[in-house]
């Protein structure tokens, strides 16, 4: 059982497209991590976040503690956002992440 | 450039033979990690260091060995490769888990054959 699931697990889209991709959680947790992979296979942090909402660019981060749910928003997308994008958790009293298998986007020209 | 360097990029072992990947972190981090990813699921916590001179398991720590040799390099050791152990090895580092996240470096790709 995989405490962090995320759906959808692959997304196409038309450059433009308002993107969403959710993260849902069944543990209780201190923060949530949410980073990209491009296909290089390099990974980076997009957002730390613990309640609320953070917006970046064109990249827009949401939490619902209550809900064990975050979403992260990719506005007017481009090619170059295709990548896959990870979500993981920091357990309560834990002091590494958990992982969820990623969501695979891939935004058409 | 500040960071997380690992060695090497890619390496292809027989099974039996032994390697040792390098992570050298320039950010004074504290904490440090060990991941592999393999297709259709999470990175799997591999060790950790949580400061220099600790170690402990992950969930998937057998086959492997780490050395924390200094506060900016942590070493993952595969005493006898065999092929599960093909996959992408990520190491990465944290401040403070919490607030910053962690830094990855940019993989090693292990094939075992």
């Known amino acids: 059982k995989n405490e962090v699931e995320q759906s959808p697990q692959n997304l196409t889209a038309q450059e433009g497209e308002f993107i969403t991709i959710n993260c849902s959680y069944s543990?209780?947790?201190?923060?949530l991590h949410w980073l990209q992979q491009h296909p290089g296979g390099g990974i980076v942090s997009l957002f730390m976040?613990?309640?609320g909402k953070k917006k970046h660019g064109r990249l827009i981060a949401t939490i619902n503690i209550q809900e064990k749910h975050s979403s992260l928003h990719i506005t007017a997308s481009h090619p170059r956002d295709s990548a896959v994008y990870i979500c993981?958790?920091?357990?309560?009293?834990?002091?590494?992440?958990?992982f969820g298998s990623g969501t695979k986007l891939n935004v058409k020209p | 450039n500040a960071g997380v360097t690992q060695t090497p990029k890619f390496q292809v072992l027989k099974t039996g033979q032994s390697m040792t990947l390098q992570c050298a972190q320039d950010?004074?981090?504290?904490?440090m990690y060990w991941y592999r990813q393999d297709p259709g699921m999470g990175l799997r916590l591999i060790y950790y260091?949580?400061?220099?001179?600790?170690?402990d398991k992950g969930e998937v720590p057998n086959g492997y060995n780490v050395s924390r040799l200094n506060k900016r390099e942590f070493s993952l050791r595969l005493e006898s490769a065999a092929p599960s152990q093909t996959s992408v090895y990520f190491c990465?580092?944290?401040?403070?888990?919490?607030?910053?996240?962690?830094?990855f470096g940019s993989g090693t790709r292990l094939t075992v054959v």
């Open positions: 990465a580092s944290s401040e403070s888990d919490r607030v910053y996240g962690y830094t």
């Open positions: 543990v209780g947790i201190s923060a």
């Open positions: 976040l613990s309640s």
């Open positions: 993981a958790v920091l357990r309560y009293n834990f002091n590494k992440f958990y």
């Open positions: 950010m004074n981090h504290n904490s």
């Open positions: 260091s949580a400061s220099e001179g600790t170690t």
